[in-house]
């Protein structure tokens, strides 16, 4: 079964940086491009960041841009998050989503992890 | 502010039929980008439950169904039962914003 697994969740001050991991199994992960959704506490999704199965084409939501890197290792079957700059407004349940091959012309997820959490405070 | 709107709540018995709308513009939904809903029970990760506008995955009861016309989407619940009660997010994509879009979500109530 498909399992996705996050990790490297915490306190952070408001200016750090965090690298949230996400690690797969139970699929050829390479195959598959990989998101990166968020939601602050007791609020709605947000989605983040995407990447092509093979890294070469990333994405991101405004809000994120030029402080988040997504990133993939194929070999090691994990899907990264490189945040920095963090400010409050990025306090957030990380989930790391995958995407099935049927949704071709808008992307869509048939598998979410659990979340890891991310408190941006002083 | 979402740019696809959702209403904050919807309510109903056991056993009754409730719709939950998602409501876009020309850039979104109605720029033919599919819809997608999911369900998130409370406390745990969002379950996919509509893809491609009306597609159930596999294991997602017939009581759940999707449609989509125009600028607008729904999802239709039909004999509700207690464990429906969640929140439901649609989502699209937006080509102005160049993003995936997630509605505001809606929470179920079953009375």
């Known amino acids: 079964e498909v399992q996705l697994v996050e990790s490297g969740g915490g306190l952070v001050q408001p200016g750090g940086s965090l690298r949230l991991s996400c690690a797969a199994s139970g699929f050829i992960f390479s195959t598959y491009a990989m998101t990166w959704v968020r939601q602050a506490p007791g609020k709605g999704l947000e989605w983040v960041a995407a990447i092509s199965n093979v890294p070469g ?3 991101y939501a405004d809000s994120v841009k030029g402080r988040f890197t997504i990133s993939r290792d194929n ?20 989930y ?18 659990q979340g890891t959490l991310v408190t941006v405070s002083s | 502010q979402s740019v696809v709107t959702q209403p904050p709540s919807v309510s109903g018995a056991p056993g009754q039929t409730v719709t939950i709308s998602c409501t876009g513009t020309n850039s ?17 990760a969002p379950k996919p439950l509509i893809y491609g506008n009306n597609n159930r995955p596999s294991g997602v009861p017939d009581r759940f169904s999707g449609s989509k016309s125009g600028t607008s989407a729904s999802l239709a619940i039909t ?33």
């Open chain 1, 57 to 59: 084409s990333m994405y």
């Open chain 1, 75 to 94: 070999s090691m079957n994990t899907l990264y998050l490189q945040m920095s700059s963090l400010r409050a407004e990025d306090t957030a349940l990380y």
């Open chain 1, 96 to 113: 790391c989503v995958k995407h099935p091959l049927y949704c071709t012309t808008t992307p869509c997820y048939d598998w979410w992890g």
């Open chain 2, 28 to 44: 979104n939904i109605g720029a033919g980008y599919d819809v997608q809903w999911y369900q998130q029970l409370p406390g745990t």
């Open chain 2, 79 to 111: 004999g509700l039962q207690a464990e429906d009660e969640a929140d439901y997010y649609c989502q699209s994509y937006d080509n102005s914003l160049s993003a995936v879009v997630f509605g505001g979500g809606t929470k179920l109530t079953v009375l």
